[in-house]
């Protein structure tokens, strides 16, 4: 089993930068990729950004590249999703996200089966 739980969303004005935490409880978590996805109401949740066990490879969603940052510590359990030059399009709840024993292509939901409650993101233009 692992709990995770994501914080640090808000409210910001457009070109702003808010930091999202993911703090992880549970089995060993260094050992899992974790992905964040967004969703906003009516729509489809969809794949923001990776980070791989060790934190050596990172990926992201054309939409965000070059705007957002993931990292992690895995000595802390925590994964972090930096963002900046914020749009009125990321408004969305985030949500982290870690495998079970499985695997998967790491931009699929349906390769994780842990999620955490969702932070609220919205940004005011």
């Known amino acids: 089993q692992v709990l995770l739980v994501e914080s640090g969303g808000g409210l910001v004005q457009a070109g702003g930068s808010l930091r999202l935490t993911c703090a992880a409880a549970?089995?060993?978590?260094?050992?899992?990729?974790v992905a964040w996805f967004r969703q906003t109401t009516g729509k489809e949740r969809e794949f923001v950004s990776a980070?791989?066990?060790?934190?050596?490879?990172?990926y992201y969603a054309d939409s965000v590249k070059g705007r957002f940052t993931i990292s992690r510590d895995n000595a802390k359990n925590t994964v972090w999703l930096q963002m900046s030059n914020l749009r009125s399009e990321d408004t969305a709840v985030y949500y982290c996200?870690?495998?079970?024993?499985?695997?998967?292509?790491?931009?699929?939901?349906?390769?994780?089966?842990?999620w955490g409650q969702g932070t609220q993101v919205t940004v005011s233009s």
């Open positions: 549970g089995r060993a978590f260094s050992t899992s990729t």
């Open positions: 980070i791989s066990r060790s934190g050596d490879y990172t």
């Open positions: 996200a870690a495998p079970g024993g499985g695997s998967g292509d790491h931009f699929a939901q349906s390769t994780y089966e842990y």
